[in-house]
């Protein structure tokens, strides 16, 4: 029976569910429990991670399997990798994923390619999740929506969910997949409700979803923009217009063919994504549109991005930053102009 | 200490990593290898004297100078040699090369290309071994260049934390790269760098299987005893340059001299066993025939051995689903 669940319960549940199914999964990072090792004071995990979404967790399975790190992400995510190689099926948490500035080295040179280098004879079966994006006014270095960038390297898999319900079948499936695979969760989603199943359920990772039907047009989405479209497709049908709003769920694998489908059947692309514009994801989807799909555009392909700046602080600047409902719903009409 | 038996073991694995490295230097010499290779002439017995105290499932991170942790650690040679030529039949089925020569079912992590890489990896392989409670070690082997990167650091103050089972053996072969350790740190004994996270250090000759055996043996049995992590700096030399074709010049003639002529760890260690009656000169004399014919075997298969397909580029990327 599915029950309302945040997006941050359905975290906390997707790892109660793993930890209890695999005596393997260990949770690493800064604050996972806060105040760990503290037991004798009547602490156990004053934190749970800064959203709380590994709350319980040390309770339940143990400091052992549960460990605060320092303040070390290059330490604790290449102890992360080679734990992974070794036997354990380690879930780290990279606080923000603009930390992998300090940090990238295990990921990018170790995890990401070990399997390659060794000729195919390591399973490095690693979850990093890492709280991505813009809208809590946390500015510059706590705000990026690097997802792009790690699903640019081979050998790893990233993933995002927009939904509770998605977030816990995919956040299972990483965790059991036996490549590294980087889970994103989307600091603005964090709070939002929604139905979640109960029990042990996954959900294969490079499978996109149609969330809405419609047929003038295709608005691709990724996180918090999958929100942002389907807003604007509520907007455009007040007009008469019908869009299909498709999220991609995961970077890589990408769910090629769908987009394509929807394309198909739509004339019309819109890819929404609130990072930067320049060699990301909204770039890889207006490329596979026009290499593959360009016998089924009736328009050019539209991107709305952030624009190529840092993240800005003060709220008025930051909601000038992100892609909007109605910045979508512009881009959608200035394509049925071209077409008129 | 270790027996005649073992002595001829320990004698065997020098003069294999010796000779297998001097065979690789003629072979990039005469064009018939591609790539790199970063030798390991000179420091063979700090690899030796630590790997003798593994067990198969320990395992060990690597550097870019990752021959001799191999062939200490148990690595098929057919299969190192053939993955030097890029052959199919390679260990790592020619896709990782020297500077990522691996084969995690012996507990070897992989040779790096990123230098301070392979500490955090031994982290987490000892962090393995103290969650599932198997017993196990893990040795991260790195350079003197290495105790200047920020994984270095993050490394030791983690396992140190954690009090997790792993050693630190720091190879100090005087040069990272080209530049003098002392110009690279103000400190002379780098196992200095231990107080810092309050861990166990001890300095061994790195030119002395014996001393190295020794020291090794007081930080692996710490680790097998829960009491923690040991950094251990061994006092080496490469003989050779950085990597072949390593132009030179940053060192004096005088001092390689010095080191070769007074120091090589195979005439150390011969000249010690030999002392105690634990070796003689014909029984070395029929290891050296023995570990040349093996690597002559080796480097004439892999010279045979195919290449890859051109498509192989594409496998092993991700696991099968």
């Not at chain 1, 800064?50 to 549960?66: D, K």
């Amino acid at each position: 029976m599915p029950r309302e669940l945040s997006f941050t319960g359905a975290i906390n549940e997707a790892l109660h569910i793993a930890m209890r199914s695999d005596a393997d999964v260990i949770v690493l990072g800064e604050d996972v429990a806060g105040g760990g090792g503290r037991k004798d004071q009547g602490i156990e995990d004053a934190w749970g991670g800064p959203f709380g979404a590994t709350r319980g967790l040390i309770g339940a399975f143990g400091p052992e399997r549960v460990r605060d790190t320092p303040i070390s992400e290059m330490g604790f995510l290449g102890a992360a990798v080679g734990a992974a190689a070794t036997g354990l099926r380690p879930v780290a948490e990279l606080m923000f994923i603009d930390f992998l500035g300090v940090a990238l080295d295990p990921l990018l040179n170790q995890a990401a390619k070990m399997r390659y280098m060794f000729g195919g004879k390591v399973r490095v079966p690693l979850t990093v999740r890492t709280n991505v994006g813009a809208g809590n006014c946390t500015a510059s270095q706590h705000s990026q929506a690097l997802y792009g960038f790690t699903a640019a390297i081979p050998g790893l898999k990233t993933v995002i969910p927009s939904t509770p319900a998605d977030a816990k079948g995919l956040l299972l499936a990483s965790i059991r997949d036996d490549a590294p695979v980087v889970f994103c969760e989307t600091k603005s989603l964090m709070n939002l409700k929604g139905d979640v199943p109960e029990g042990d359920y996954e959900i294969p990772l490079g499978l996109a979803a149609v969330v809405r039907e419609g047929g003038d047009v295709t608005l691709v989405g990724l996180g918090r923009t999958v929100h942002t479209s389907l807003e604007a497709a509520a907007k455009l049908a007040a007009e008469g217009i019908e869009a299909e709003v498709v999220d991609l769920r995961s970077l890589y694998p990408l769910d090629e063919a769908t987009v394509l489908e929807s394309l198909r059947r739509t004339g019309r692309v819109v890819v929404v994504d609130e990072a930067t514009p320049h060699c990301g994801i909204a770039s890889e989807i207006a490329s596979l549109c026009v290499d593959r799909g360009f016998d089924f555009l009736d328009a050019p392909v539209k991107k709305v991005t952030a624009p190529h700046t840092p993240v800005p602080f003060s709220p008025v600047l930051e909601e000038a930053y992100l892609p909007t409902a109605d910045g979508v719903v512009e881009a959608v009409l200035e394509q049925l102009g071209w077409n008129r | 200490m270790i027996s005649r038996e073992e002595a001829l073991d320990v004698y065997q694995q020098l003069r294999t990593i010796r000779s297998f490295e001097e065979k690789l230097e003629a072979l990039v010499m005469a064009g018939r290898l591609p790539g790199f290779l970063h030798l390991y002439v000179g420091q063979e017995a700090v690899a030796v004297g630590v790997c003798a105290h593994l067990r198969e499932r320990d395992a060990v991170s690597s550097t870019h100078r990752g021959h001799g942790h191999c062939i200490a650690k148990g690595v098929d040679l057919t299969g190192m040699m053939a993955e030097l030529f890029g052959r199919r039949t390679g260990i790592c089925k020619g896709k990782g090369g020297s500077m990522h020569i691996a084969d995690v079912d012996r507990g070897m992590l992989g040779a790096n290309g990123i230098v301070g890489a392979g500490l955090p990896l031994a982290v987490g392989a000892a962090l393995t071994a103290s969650v599932k409670k198997t017993g196990g070690v893990a040795v991260a082997f790195f350079g003197d260049g290495a105790t200047n990167q920020g994984q270095f650091h993050e490394s030791l103050n983690l396992a140190a934390a954690w009090k997790l089972p792993a050693i630190f053996v720091l190879e100090n072969n005087g040069y990272g790269e080209a530049t003098p350790t002392e110009f690279a740190t103000p400190l002379t004994d780098l196992a200095e760098r231990a107080v810092a996270y309050r861990m166990h250090s001890l300095v061994a000759d790195g030119m002395d299987f014996f001393d190295v055996f020794e020291k090794a043996g007081e930080a692996i049995g710490r680790a097998r005893d829960g009491k923690g992590p040991t950094l251990l700096e061994c006092k080496t030399y490469r003989f050779l340059g950085h990597f072949v074709g390593d132009p030179l010049g940053y060192r004096t003639e005088a001092e390689l001299a010095d080191w070769k002529t007074n120091r090589d760890p195979l005439e150390v260690f011969v000249a010690k066993a030999t002392e105690m009656g634990l070796v003689s000169a014909p029984a070395l004399a029929r290891i050296d025939a023995e570990v040349d014919a093996k690597i002559d075997a080796a480097i004439a298969a892999a010279a045979e051995a195919p290449f890859p397909s051109p498509e192989d580029v594409l496998t092993d990327v991700y696991p099968a689903e």
